[in-house]
Nanobody, 119 residues
């Protein structure tokens, strides 16, 4: 069993910054890709950013040049630094990790953390 615990969400004014963290724990042999998705009210969940175990990054066009994803493999943790936040960034943010446990590879999701951008 693998658990992903997110932290760092909250209320921020437009133009502000937040840093999200997501720590994976449990019966982990290895973690492959890690990433962040978000879901705004009334909308589908969408990809925000991903990072491979080797450090290759991919971003949604809407957050490119504003958000930065990183990871600490020793801590099984992925981060999302969000700068220049906009009203449209308001959503529940979910982390995801592709994890090798004993005998299988699965995707695991965090419980979500609310990010609200408001003046």
């Amino acid at each position: 069993q693998v658990q992903l615990v997110e932290s760092g969400g909250g209320l921020v004014q437009p133009g502000g910054s937040l840093r999200l963290s997501c720590a994976a724990s449990g019966s982990i042999v290895s973690i492959y890709d890690m990433g962040w998705y978000r879901q705004a009210p009334g909308k589908q969940r969408e990809l925000v950013a991903t990072i491979t175990s080797g450090g290759s990054r991919n971003y949604a066009d809407s957050v490119k040049d504003r958000f930065a994803i990183s990871r600490d493999n020793a801590k099984n943790t992925v981060y999302l630094l969000m700068n220049s936040l906009e009203l449209e960034d308001t959503a529940v943010y979910y982390c995801i990790s592709t994890v090798l446990t004993t005998g299988k590879i699965d995707d695991y999701w965090g419980q979500g953390t609310q990010v609200t951008v408001s003046s």
